[in-house]
Each structure stands twice: as C-alpha cells, then as structure tokens.
C-alpha cells in the first residue's frame, strides 16, 4: 500500500533525450514536491504544486518541466538530458497550509545519463 | 534566506554506545526543523518534528532531538545505536514564501556508519 511512488525505479538514457518520470500519491495530500539529490546525497527542492499551482521553482534549468494531471499526481518532464543530470529524483507530498503535516518522499529515481 | 548546516560529513560509532548527530540552521523565523533517515536505496523517513513548545522532541525508532534557539541548533541523539540504525541522516527546516508551505531545505547529510 505504497503512499507516494514513483516510476521508473532506474531510468538509463542517453544525452539529448526527453523523458518523464512519473509519481503518485494515495494519501490526499494537496501539495506535491520534486526534490533532486545528487552524487554527493545534497537533496534540493526543484519544485511544488499546490492544488494544480506552482508555488516554487528554483535555479532549476526550463529543461524541467513538472506537470500535474490531476491532484494525485506529479510528473517530471526533462528535455535534451545532459550529463549534469545524472541524480536521484525523489517526489514527496505533504497535507497543504504548513509544516504540521510531514513530507512523506518516494523511493527516488536514479536517472542515469551515458 | 535559511540554511542548515550538518557539520560532520561521516561519524562512527560502536554499536550499543550513545549517539549524537549535529544541526545548525539560520532562519529568521521561528522554524519548522525535521530529521530524516534515508537508508541505501531507500527514500526518506521522518524520525521526528519540530514546530513549538517542549524543545526536547521525542521521534520513532529511539531517537530524540533538542531544539535549542540560542544556539540555533537542533541535535539528534540515540541514547544506544544497533546495526540497523547505519544509513544517512538528514537535518531539514520547512519554509514559506507566503503562498503556502513551500519545501524542504535540507542540510547536507550526515552518514553514519555503525561498528560492531
């Protein structure tokens, strides 16, 4: 009964190529995040929806795109992928209005880039 | 702008012996502060919050932290490890920029390994 999960497990792809990664949750929360952990395990906020609406983007290059179908879910959408992003992307959702409500985080995906 | 700051990259510690991981932040507010545990290959699992009132916290699986404003630090610690306790531990304060709750900024992780 997975709360937040995410697919693929491992993405391997090559330099130049778009892909998605997606992610859902079955808890009800409102707020959906994209966190980005690299090499050296630095985890940084990429983005968050709230209720369909992005609250945060930071330095993150417009190759990145999130995308949000509905509440439930939160995919990820890169173009022309360079080596530099090579990490470990991990969702996580959390109840809207504040910190009173943990982050609950996927098990990552390793996005491999040749 | 916030920042957390885990000053020890890697610790050691004996198993059965009392544990203790650092965390500083610098906010302006008073802060959301969290743990995190992330085991190989896994994703993150809170351990314990803090948000106000009693500033000693008590977490799952025997953890507890202790905020302490003074000092702008908010220390984890183990009273006796076991093996399964080996994995990366990660301090975290939450933050708003008035739209809602906005993520997550997370120190840079402490890892800790366990000897027998």
């Known amino acids: 009964d997975t709360a937040v999960s995410q697919t693929p497990k491992y993405l391997v792809t090559q330099m130049g190529n778009d892909k998605s990664i997606k992610c859902e949750q079955n808890?009800?929360?409102?707020?959906m995040y994209w966190y980005k952990q690299d090499s050296k395990k630095f985890l940084k906020i990429m983005f968050s929806?709230?209720?369909?609406?992005?609250?945060i983007n930071e330095t993150v290059p417009n190759r990145f795109s999130p995308k949000s179908p509905d509440k439930a879910h939160l995919n990820l959408h890169i173009n022309s992928l360079e080596l530099g992003d090579s990490a470990v992307y991990f969702c996580?959702?959390?109840?809207?209005?504040?910190?009173?409500?943990?982050?609950?985080f996927g098990d990552g995906t390793r996005l491999s880039i040749l | 702008a916030q920042s957390v700051t885990q000053p020890d990259i890697h610790i050691t510690v004996s198993e059965g012996a009392s544990l203790e991981l650092r965390c500083n932040y610098s906010?302006?507010?008073?802060?959301?502060l969290f743990w995190y545990v992330q085991s190989p290959g896994q994703g993150l699992q809170l351990l314990l919050k803090?948000?106000?009132?009693?500033?000693l916290v008590q977490g799952i699986k025997g953890f507890e932290a202790e905020f302490k404003r003074s000092q702008s630090s908010f220390n984890l610690r183990k009273p006796s490890v076991h093996w399964s306790d080996a994995a990366e531990y990660f301090c975290a304060v939450g933050r708003y920029s008035g739209g809602g709750a906005d993520g997550l900024t997370f120190g840079k992780g402490t890892h800790l390994i366990i000897q027998p």
């Open positions: 929806y709230n209720n369909k609406e992005l609250i």
């Open positions: 803090y948000f106000s009132g009693d500033t």
């Open positions: 996580a959702s959390s109840q809207q209005g504040g910190f009173d409500q943990p982050q609950h």
């Open positions: 808890l009800g929360h409102d707020t």
């Open positions: 906010y302006g507010a008073t802060p959301y």
